[in-house]
């Protein structure tokens, strides 16, 4: 089979999206990982709160494939005879979801670590800090919604 050009960049575009919010999820998850490993060293009862704190920025990496998937969805049944303009305006929607699942993993993982630390001082903060991480998920999800949007507005 033959993919054109159009084609060819919105598939780019859709494993960009994929690949830069899994970077963002593992770098988060990461930053997250090193401060519950620090706070179930001192305090080993925190454990489970550590491991959802943890997996938090992980769900931007989900975002980015839920995004690729859709997005592959709308190219497949015409991956030969997508125009150049269709497939740049498909690259173009996946704008949102390469950078807020980017940013947001990486801040998420921050915000996480953060409230990991302010539980270890003062245990009874525990509902209080799982908002502050949860906060920048918001904007993870606006830009996954942005690019829904986005997709569904191109007309193959």
């Given at each position: 089979?033959i993919?054109?050009?159009?084609?060819?960049?919105?598939l780019?575009?859709?494993?960009?999206?994929?690949?830069?919010?899994?970077?963002?999820?593992?770098?988060?998850?990461g930053?997250?990982g090193?401060?519950?490993?620090?706070?179930?060293?001192?305090k080993p009862?925190?454990?489970?709160?550590?491991?959802?704190?943890?997996?938090?920025p992980?769900?931007q990496g989900?975002?980015?494939?839920?995004a690729?998937?859709?997005?592959?969805?709308?190219?497949?049944?015409?991956?030969?005879?997508?125009d150049?303009?269709?497939?740049?305006?498909?690259?173009a929607?996946?704008?949102?979801?390469?950078?807020?699942?980017?940013?947001?993993?990486?801040?998420?993982?921050?915000?996480?670590?953060a409230?990991?630390?302010?539980v270890?001082?003062?245990?009874?903060?525990?509902?209080?800090?799982?908002?502050i991480?949860?906060?920048?998920e918001?904007?993870?999800?606006?830009g996954?919604?942005?690019?829904?949007?986005?997709?569904?507005?191109?007309?193959?």
């Amino acid at each position: 089979m033959i993919v054109s050009w159009g084609a060819a960049i919105a598939l780019v575009g859709a494993g960009i999206g994929a690949g830069l919010a899994s970077v963002g999820s593992a770098i988060g998850v990461g930053i997250a990982g090193e401060a519950a490993a620090g706070v179930q060293r001192e305090k080993p009862e925190l454990g489970a709160l550590a491991l959802i704190m943890q997996a938090l920025p992980g769900t931007q990496g989900f975002y980015g494939f839920v995004a690729m998937f859709l997005g592959i969805a709308k190219i497949a049944n015409n991956i030969d005879k997508m125009d150049l303009a269709t497939g740049l305006a498909i690259f173009a929607a996946f704008i949102p979801v390469m950078v807020a699942e980017l940013m947001s993993g990486v801040w998420q993982g921050k915000a996480s670590a953060a409230a990991l630390q302010m539980v270890a001082r003062r245990q009874e903060l525990a509902g209080r800090a799982i908002i502050i991480p949860a906060i920048v998920e918001t904007y993870a999800l606006v830009g996954l919604l942005a690019t829904i949007i986005m997709l569904n507005q191109v007309k193959i």
